[in-house]
């Protein structure tokens, strides 16, 4: 650049060296003081006389006066730059530059006043407090440090975590640093069925009641998003079990026993209605559907005379390898029948051979209200004879007892044979004689929980 400079000197057009070495009038290296006042005047004359128009211009007004104006002015705004300077120092100071003695749990950390709480923790590691975990629904640890960060409270006051990274330590004097709770995950909802289940207890006696309707239930449950797991959050519909109780019913401070006749009526029934009228009892008669719609007449005398008539089935089927479609029209056909032979309508059911098991009350529950069996088989239809139907009455009999006899489904001689001396020998021992439903009821068994059919 030196020697480029030297070929080309771009200021040689006016060499002011060379013009004030030209003034040096005496040669002894100093400019002469006059010369140069000669100087002097000469160019002001010369810029005096000539203006930019071409005419000569007016006399400047007294310097001296602007000056002091703009001395003060000048003056003053030196004075409010200071202050400003120094206001704004002083607040670099209080919120950044100065350092802050902070007490975190009774010890003294010391930090610049704008350092941010989440510096602060980062720079002394959470002061050794850990974050909170990530739980899984069931409790499960998914994440150590999944949970929520350390929590920090400053001068008594908790900072929201979302405020670490923009909130000082400027004013802080005493911070406390409490380890981050544990998080659970997030989850999805759903409604869920509860489908019901059977509380079926056929082991207690021949009576067999619906003591509850089953009823679906619905349920709240919650997956978890990371674990999937399923916890039951809340139950929203409670669920019932299908609840059915068999009882043995024993009235208490009674001699009673249920006398039952099943698959009538038929042409012996009229003279067993004979020999219970005779004797004023009253039993229970478990009928055919079809044999009721052919002998309505006894079916009407039945009801007419203070028995209890219940269905046998409409054709006596066993009901275990009936579908439930096949064993629900078999039983509300023979209540039908029961009910268009002699106008009396029952729910009552003994089941041909007394077989009705879990499967079959679940198929019914909401149609039947009560299974009976018995607890004397007489065993009448080997047609043992009279004496032997009488006996085996007599020798099982006690309080509560339900005795199983026929009106039908075949010759039914003995039967009738049997029973005047069955009811009297009973009668005898003190006996009295009831139906099903009086024995129920005598005996505290609940009322059916009856379904909708
Ligand atoms: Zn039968």
Known sequence: MTSSSDDYNFNSGYDDAEELESLDIDGNGDVDEAAVRTWDTTVNADVEEIGFDGSAKPPKPPRKKMGAVATAFVTVIVALAVVALAAGAWWMWQTRWRTVHVSVDGTEVSARADTTIQTFLDANDDFGRTRGRLLSLKGKVLDNNGGAPVSVSVNGTAVPVNDYAVTTIADAR?????????ITEAHVSETRTKHYGTDIN???????????????????????KRSKEEVVHQETKPMRNLTVKSFAPQPEGKKVIALTFDDGPS??????????????????????????????????????????VASHSVSHPYMPDMSRDELRKEILTSFDDLENASD???????????????????????????NVLWSIDTLDWKRPGAKAIHDEVLKNAYNGAVALMHAGGGNRTQDIQALPSIIDDLRKQGYSFVTIDELCEMGGVPKPAQGKE
């Open 202 to 224: 056929l082991n207690n006696g021949p009576i067999q009641v619906v003591t509850q309707q089953g009823e679906d239930g619905e349920e709240e449950v919650w997956i978890g």
């Open 174 to 182: 005493e911070m406390t640093v409490t380890p981050g709770k544990d």
């Open 267 to 308: 042409q012996y029934t009229g003279r067993i209605l004979d020999i219970l009228k005779e004797k004023k009892v009253k039993a229970t008669f478990f009928d055919l559907g079809e044999e009721a719609l052919a002998y309505p007449q006894l079916e009407q005398r039945m009801v007419k005379e203070g028995h209890q």
């Open 344 to 370: 009396t309508k029952t729910r009552v059911l003994r089941a041909p051979y007394g077989a009705f098991g879990v499967q079959q009350w679940k198929d019914t529950a909401d149609i039947v209200d009560m």
